[in-house]
């Protein structure tokens, strides 16, 4: 008898512990959650025409209008191109028109903005010019040129050195009061790129600005290039 009562708890433990086995087993694994923010980046732009780029993070199952406003605004109260509907989320590639509106925008901002109420939104901006890609056929250029000041020469000349010129360009030299960055300033007079590179040159300042404390500089490209640089000087005679 007590054998028969010993055979039959083992087999019931058994039992037991084979059911708890499979229930566990047959639970459902629960999703991933969401974490992080979204990002996007640059891939290519067609002047006037379109933007490609490419997203990082994106919420699953979320809906973004994208839009596109002038520089500095983040694209807030941007013109929609379109919208997003992020199916799975993560990496993807996209491509939006340019509006009629941005046509010859030096720079434009877009930004994707959720519209299904989960407060997620992306910005970035981008240069309106076609350009090839860096390492393509045809290009060796890379980056943006800038410029450092070498020497003043109070009310009379400027000398700067400008690194990364792009080859085979013109840029006009501006100046101006301090804080307009150059833009809108008096021509001062126009250089030729040539190869290219690191160059030095010596601008005269122009007499409407003389006697300034300080003084913008920028050169700006005139073939439609988009590149630029711009600084600024003290107007005392140094070094």
């Known amino acids: 008898m007590k054998r028969t009562l010993v055979l039959l708890l083992t087999l019931t433990l058994v039992l ?31 002047k006037d025409t379109s933007v490609k780029i490419k997203t990082n993070n994106l919420p699953p199952n979320d809906t973004f209008v994208v839009k596109m406003n002038y520089m500095g605004t983040r694209g807030v109260h941007g013109i929609e191109v379109g919208t997003l509907n992020t199916g799975a989320g993560g990496v993807q590639t996209l491509e939006y ?17 959720s519209i299904s109420g989960s407060g997620y939104f992306a910005y970035n901006w981008f240069y309106n010019n076609t350009a090839a ?44 009061v301090m804080g307009t960055r150059g833009v809108g300033g008096y021509k001062v ?46 107007n005392n005679t140094t070094p």
């Open 16 to 46: 037991f512990a084979f059911g708890a086995h499979q229930a566990r087993a047959a639970a459902p694994s629960a999703a991933p959650a969401y974490s992080g923010f979204p990002t996007f980046s640059i891939v290519s732009v067609v």
């Open 97 to 113: 028109a340019i509006p009629a509106a941005l046509h010859g925008e030096y720079q434009i901002a877009i930004r994707l903005q």
């Open 189 to 234: 007079t126009s250089i030729d790129t040539a190869g290219g590179g690191t160059q030095d040159f010596t601008f005269t300042i122009p007499a409407e600005l003389k006697d300034l404390r300080q003084i913008a500089i920028r050169i700006q490209s005139k073939t439609g290039s988009g590149y630029y640089a711009y600084n600024w000087f003290y």
């Open 133 to 176: 890609k860096p390492g393509s056929p045809g290009t060796g250029y890379v980056g943006y040129p800038t410029m450092k000041i070498l020497a003043v020469q109070r009310n009379v000349s400027v000398t700067v050195r400008i690194y990364n010129l792009p080859a085979n360009d013109e840029f006009k030299v501006l100046m101006n």
